[in-house]
T-cell receptor, first 111, second 113 residues
């Protein structure tokens, strides 16, 4: 059975801290790994990763994939209160958008 | 706004009621999805439609009935639901360009009394 596990489940940090979120997976057919940010509304797309070792970056957020060890990390540097959200990791197991999600990591950034 | 609009945003219904959730996208996408999100659990895929045809039914109970009249609209008809069906129901769409990026709506928060 396909499985995506995120850790930690939740964390609280102070503004300015750096956060590292983990996503490990076991799937029969890996196509890509995606990260989403979910505030009290629609999950919004952050990154899609398909190749090992190539860092994707957007502002203070970055992510990398290790297809040998079957995990990805999402880093957030210089955190702000606006980064408070649930971060979702998902693995695509076919080319039709079938995504296997993890349970998410709830991040709370305090002023 | 993501381009995927869901209504209603909140719905409270009794176990004997019949109601429907609506999803609309104007992104020109040809695939649409229903996901269920319960607290502390992973999003669960319910249904997938490609070009209006249902291509996935993830063992969903028959009290949930999807309808896709065209590529821009998706409905989820609800009847005789159970309290454990209370959850956030997310609609998503995807371009058929081949990338697996789904665009989500804000969800319909359903409470079954």
């Amino acid at each position: 059975e396909d499985k995506v596990v995120q850790s930690p489940l939740s964390l609280v940090v102070h503004e300015g801290d750096t956060v590292t979120l983990n996503c490990s997976y076991e799937v029969t057919n890996f196509r890509s790994l995606l990260w989403y940010k979910q505030e009290k509304k629609a999950p919004t797309f952050l990154f899609m990763l398909t190749s090992s070792g190539i860092e994707k970056k957007s502002g203070r957020l970055s992510s990398i994939l290790d297809k040998k060890e079957l995990f990805s990390i999402l880093n957030i540097t210089a955190t702000q209160t606006g980064d408070s959200a649930i971060y979702l990791c998902a693995v695509a197991t076919d080319s039709w958008g079938k995504l296997q999600f993890g349970a998410g990591t709830q991040v709370v950034v305090t002023p | 706004e993501t381009g995927v609009t869901q209504t209603p945003r909140h719905l409270v219904m009794g176990m004997t009621n019949k109601k429907s959730l609506k999803c609309e996208q104007h992104l020109g996408h040809n695939a649409m999805y229903w996901y269920k999100q319960s607290a502390k659990k992973p999003l669960e895929l319910m249904f997938v439609y490609n070009f209006k045809e249902q291509t996935e039914n993830n063992s969903v109970p028959s009290r949930f009935s999807p309808e896709c009249p065209n590529s821009s609209h998706l409905f989820l008809h609800l009847h005789t639901l159970q309290p454990e069906d209370s959850a956030l129901y997310l609609c998503a769409s995807r371009s058929d360009s081949g990338a697996n990026v789904l665009t989500f709506g804000a969800g319909s928060r359903l409470t079954v009394l």
